[in-house]
């Protein structure tokens, strides 16, 4: 109690020592009684001090009390008045302060128990703690008279060590051994920290102040080795100090320190320990950790000891792989395979011991291994792929789990077994990543470029072909791999088209029936044949493929050839018009479980082009690529199918929207959409449609149009005067006529006329296409049209249109029909043949009286043909007349490249149509050898054919993505020898020839020259959509008009002016003028340049079938 010291200084103080934590609260209030020197009250003093008075706690932030004062913490009255056990001095000095601090709730029976005790301290003594308490409160004065008793000198703890027998790094064993250190402890410094350090042990943060603790001696320096330990401190100092008090416990310790750090003085010993108290446990666990090289040796029951010793799964594991191998030492092979079924490997299991125990128990254990692949680390799977002796099946599961997670597996290695396996998704993801491993591995490319699934996704079709580019320019001169046989080499170069001097490789492979088979199949499709692989010998072929012993590649690759068979005998009948049984044979293609990706783009160009309805296309899309617009298009193409012309419509339109199409495709798909929606006669969302596109414009005739708009006005507005009048002005015509004026002189001035003959040929429009269009409401209002105006003109009842109205209203003779026509076509030939024309079409006939009408038909085109030129007879179907086709040069060009390959020996046949160009050449001249249709090219054409022929260079670009090799290629593309080619190919698409020799010349003309630069500029919006599209690839030759370099080049306008010339003449009895060019300066205003100058522009087989 120092003097000059004040009392919160006092109690700050005492605070800090670890003696004050040590005491319970009803002793901290009597010394802080003493500290405050807490004086007698005076009667006159009122409340006692504050720190004397219960203080009411405010309320905390949760609504609870506050702590209570220190005056609160000591102990009732009632609590010491009966002998507890506690010291006579506690309860004589508890009592005393309540008497005097809280005499109202004193009871004066108490008198005798504090009389009893102050005797009783008198004559035994007290504490000499009390004197001081004595001079620092008047309270407790009387407790200086007291004797005092002699301090007994404090003994060191005595420590049970078996409760220490624990693993120190264990924080909960750590927690109870301390606390019952704690409680036997006598030393308030170490008791305090010992309650310190087991409050951090069971806390989150762990134990990190031992301050006081850490080099205990005697029996207390147990608790410093226990707790060095706990935080990985150096022991060495407080494990000696324990060695004197308990040896035996110390060298246990020692052991397991020291195995913890990898050293084993006796591993045999330690993992034999016998003791089931914590300590001896983790020692014998920690034993067993360190695997040691002796383990090897051990028999199967003392491994299995060490697995219930063993927590950690990779130790586990390694212990069990030991134990399997101890089995397998013992001949215990069943309870070998038992083990080995119920693990699970770790990542880094040691294949060193475990590839041998799977290699001895067989093929159980290799199957189950199989099943492990995904939870091996790559050094462990490494091992399994390079060990030759495992079976290919795992090797491959192998090394797809290692492609798949990135690890390093050597390139070759990765091929081979991708390629055995057939994992071409892998397989491209190697060979396509560097330019230079399809060229080093052009087998494997190969492989991949024809068989790689369509639902494959990262790799999109332009580098698959640049790839297969690479592999051409190798693949005849690498050595082949052992991965692929000769058959399978065969297959390869034969869907490549290569040039192949023997086909050994099939007789080796199918038996007699497949060969035979497989050679009809190659000769069906080679120039000579009808270009079609007949079912019944593609289906010899499938029997021989499926009997024969084929590896998984040499099996994929011959049903790539036949599905590429079946797929062009397809294509074949399509571009034929024959499209029997088509629809099931490309849905068959698609029906297996992996559709390739060359097979798919081919099959959705033949539905783009011929609107063909595939269910398992669309079924293919919807689970692989649902948001593709090549989905949208086949969903079109099946209601098509399904005659859901609306839905079709919607969908052609959707397709045709998507950024994937190119300007040349959207108008096509644009066009489509508007004539499923004529059909549908959903007139306003066509009208509308035709509103928001007006490129689309270019691509229709003006006639189509025309029925779109008047159909809409006259169904969707209900105004048929209206659209009587857009009738009415379409057919009107200003002409400029010579009159007298009012002084007696001729002058020239403009006269407004309708065509009747116009008219008269709109009433028979729906049903001019090859599929005709709903009649109404356009028929109706052209027939209020044309009543219309020869009202206006007081025409009689007796016209030859009233005539044949009246005629057909009730049962129609073939012969009185025939009458009218014939009457009609002395004044007008055309008038009288369409009348003829509707007849046939009027559905009132007999097929004798059809068969009658289209006789009288050809009798009256007979007598009238020289007065009919050619661009009115395309209204005349039923005379079936054949076209008249002007081939361009770049259709030209297909058919000399495929003669030179034929010099060359390249082979087509089992060859995919990938680009969707189809043979269009080849179609030419077969409905040429047919009959059906006349060729003929002009000077200009034969000119720039034998020209481009010439340029060796050029025509050997076009060989590039063949199996030619160099010398081959130099030795057959010469000037000479490709210039007769183009010759021969000028006389076979030459068949009609001209009877006026300076035809041509006509081509000249001004006035066609002046309509068509008008016609042009007219389009100029599509024309330089087309030059934009075309530089794309290069840049295009272009004429400028006004300015702009947008334009056909002059040779296409001197073509289009010839054939306006051409259809403006009476040439024998030709039913139309066709040119045939894939050119879009042609194919975009095919429709426009139809209706505007009587040519037709066809680009594939379909345009060509819709004019025969």
Not at 363 to 382: D, M, P, V
Not at 986 to 999: E, G
Not at 1086 to 1093: K, L, N, P, T
Request: glycine content about 4%; hydrophobic content about 40%; aromatic content about 6%.
């Amino acid at each position: 109690m120092k003097g000059n010291l004040p009392p919160r200084a006092r109690q700050s103080k005492v605070a800090k020592t670890a003696e004050w934590r040590a005491l319970d609260k009803p002793w901290k209030s009597l010394l802080l009684i003493g500290l405050n020197e807490v004086q007698l009250p005076e009667e006159d003093d009122g409340p006692s001090p504050s720190m004397m008075r219960p203080r009411r706690g405010a309320r905390t932030r949760r609504g609870s009390r506050g702590a209570s004062s220190p005056m609160e913490w000591l102990s009732k009255a009632e609590d010491v008045l009966i002998d507890d056990g506690s010291p006579v001095a506690y309860r004589l000095a508890v009592l005393l302060i309540r008497k005097t601090l809280f005499s109202e709730d004193w009871d004066d029976s108490w008198d005798e128990i504090v009389d009893d005790l102050r005797e009783k301290a008198s004559s035994k003594g007290v504490h000499p703690a009390w004197s001081k308490m004595a001079e620092a409160t008047p309270i407790l004065a009387q407790f200086a008279a007291f004797p005092q008793t002699e301090l007994e000198e404090q003994e060191a703890d005595d420590f049970e060590m078996d409760v220490a027998r624990i693993d120190p790094l264990n924080s909960k064993s750590l927690a109870n051994t301390l606390a019952a250190f704690e409680n036997r402890s006598s030393d308030a410094t170490v008791k305090m920290a010992l309650q310190k350090a087991k409050a951090q042990v069971k806390g989150k943060r762990g134990l990190r102040d031992i301050t006081g603790l850490e080099n205990l001696e005697g029996d207390a320096s147990i608790i410093s080795v226990l707790l060095n330990i706990h935080l990985g401190n150096d022991a060495t100092d407080s494990l000696k100090e324990l060695a004197k008090s308990d040896s035996d416990l110390a060298d246990a310790f020692t052991d397991l320190v020291q195995l913890r750090n990898g050293i084993a003085s006796d591993w045999n010993k330690s993992r034999s320990l016998t003791g089931d108290d914590e300590l001896s446990l983790a020692r014998k666990q920690e034993a067993w950790r360190q695997m040691p090289s002796e383990i090897s040796g051990l028999s199967s029951t003392d491994i299995q000891e060490g697995l219930e010793m063993i927590s950690t799964p990779q130790q586990r594991e390694s212990l069990t792989w030991l134990k399997l191998s101890a089995l397998v030492r013992e001949g215990s092979s069943e309870d070998a395979i038992e083990l080995l079924k119920s693990q699970t490997v770790e990542p880094d299991a040691d294949m060193g011991t475990l590839i041998p125990i799977v290699k001895k128990l067989g093929e159980e254990a290799f199957s189950w291994l199989a099943s492990q692949i995904e939870n091996l680390a790559e050094e462990s799977l490494s091992e399994i792929v390079t060990d030759d002796e495992i079976g290919e099946t795992l090797r491959l599961a192998t090394a797809r789990r290692m492609h798949d997670m990135g690890a390093s597996l050597g390139i070759e290695a990765s091929i081979d077994l991708f390629t055995r396996g057939l994992d071409l998704t892998r397989l491209a993801e190697v060979l396509f990543v560097e330019e230079q491993r399809s060229i080093d591995h052009p087998h494997a490319t190969l492989l991949v470029v024809h068989l790689l699934p369509a639902k494959t996704k990262g790799w999109d079709f332009s580098t698959i072909r640049k790839a297969r580019r690479n592999a051409l320019s190798t693949v005849e001169d690498a050595e082949v791999p052992s991965a692929f046989s000769a058959a399978s080499r065969g297959l390869i170069l034969m869907l490549d088209g290569a040039a192949q001097s023997d086909d050994n490789w099939v007789v080796e492979t199918l038996d007699k029936n497949g060969i035979k088979a497989f050679n009809n199949c190659k000769q069906a499709l080679k120039d000579g044949g009808d270009g079609l692989a007949d079912s019944k010998v593609l289906d010899n072929l499938v029997k021989s493929v499926s009997e024969a012993k084929l590896t998984d590649v040499e099996s994929r690759l011959f049903n790539a050839v036949i599905d590429t068979l079946r797929l062009n005998r397809a294509s074949w009948l399509l571009q034929t018009g024959k499209s029997k049984g088509v629809v099931e044979l490309l849905d068959g293609l698609l029906s297996g479980e992996v559709t390739a990706m060359p097979m798919m783009q081919a099959v959705r160009h033949l539905v783009l082009e011929y609107d063909i309805g595939l269910t398992n296309l669309v079924s293919w899309y919807q689970e692989n690529d649902p948001q593709s617009p090549w989905h949208t298009l086949a969903r079109a193409a099946m209601h098509v199918s399904n005659n859901d012309e609306l839905n079709a419509a919607r969908d052609y339109k959707r397709a045709g929207d998507h950024e994937d199409f190119d300007y040349e495709h959207k108008i096509l798909l644009h066009r489509k959409a508007l004539i499923h929606l004529a059909h549908a006669e959903q007139w306003s969302e066509a009208v509308s449609l035709l509103e928001q596109e007006p490129a689309l414009k270019s691509a229709l005739t003006k006639r189509f149009q025309l029925y779109l708009n008047v159909s809409h006005v006259a169904a969707n507005k209900r105004n048929t005067d209206e659209a009587t009048r857009m009738l009415t002005n379409f057919v009107k015509r200003t002409e400029m006529v010579e009159q007298e004026n009012q002084f007696g002189k001729f002058e020239k001035v403009p006269r407004v006329k309708h065509s009747e003959e116009e008219l008269d040929m709109l009433r028979n429009y729906p049903s001019s296409h090859p599929r005709p269009l709903p009649r109404e409401p356009f028929s109706g209002r052209v027939k209020a049209a044309l009543n219309s105006l020869q009202r206006e003109r007081r025409r009689n009842r007796h016209t030859f249109e009233n005539r044949y109205a009246q005629a057909m209203m009730h049962d129609p003779s073939g012969e009185e029909i025939y009458e009218i026509a014939l009457e009609a076509s002395a004044e007008k030939p055309l008038e009288g043949l369409m009348l003829l024309e509707r007849a046939q079409n009027s559905g009132k006939f007999n097929v004798l009286d059809i068969k009658r009408l289209a006789d009288a038909e050809r009798s009256l085109f007979a007598t009238h043909r020289h007065n009919l030129p050619i661009k009115q007879r395309a209204y005349l179907r039923h005379l079936s007349l054949s076209p008249l086709v002007i081939v361009d040069t770049n259709i030209l060009i297909d058919e000399l490249q495929y003669r030179i390959s034929e010099e060359l020996g390249i082979s087509s046949e089992a060859s995919l149509d990938i680009g969707g160009r189809g043979s269009f050449h080849r179609i030419l001249k077969h409905r040429a050898q047919e009959g059906i249709i006349h060729l003929w090219l002009p000077k200009l054409v034969q000119s720039e054919l034998i020209s481009i022929a010439a340029d060796v260079g050029r025509i050997r670009d076009r060989f590039a993505d063949t199996l030619v090799s160099e010398e081959e290629l130099a030795k057959a593309l010469n000037k000479d020898t490709l210039v007769d080619i183009a010759k021969a190919v000028i006389s076979d698409f030459s068949t009609w020839k001209p009877l006026d020799l300076h035809i041509e010349d006509e081509a000249e003309d001004e006035e066609i020259r002046a309509e068509l630069k008008r016609f042009l500029v007219e389009h100029s919006e599509v024309y330089d959509e087309i030059t934009a599209m075309k530089r794309i690839h290069s840049e295009p030759l272009r004429t400028v008009i006004d300015g702009k370099d947008i334009y056909p080049e002059t040779a296409d306008q001197t073509l289009m002016s010839l054939c306006t010339a051409m259809a403006s003449r009476p040439l024998g009895e030709l039913g139309s003028i066709l040119i045939a060019t894939k050119d879009s300066d042609f194919a975009l205003v095919a429709r426009a340049i139809d209706e505007r100058f009587g040519f037709g522009v066809i680009s594939n087989s379909r345009n060509l079938n819709s004019w025969i």
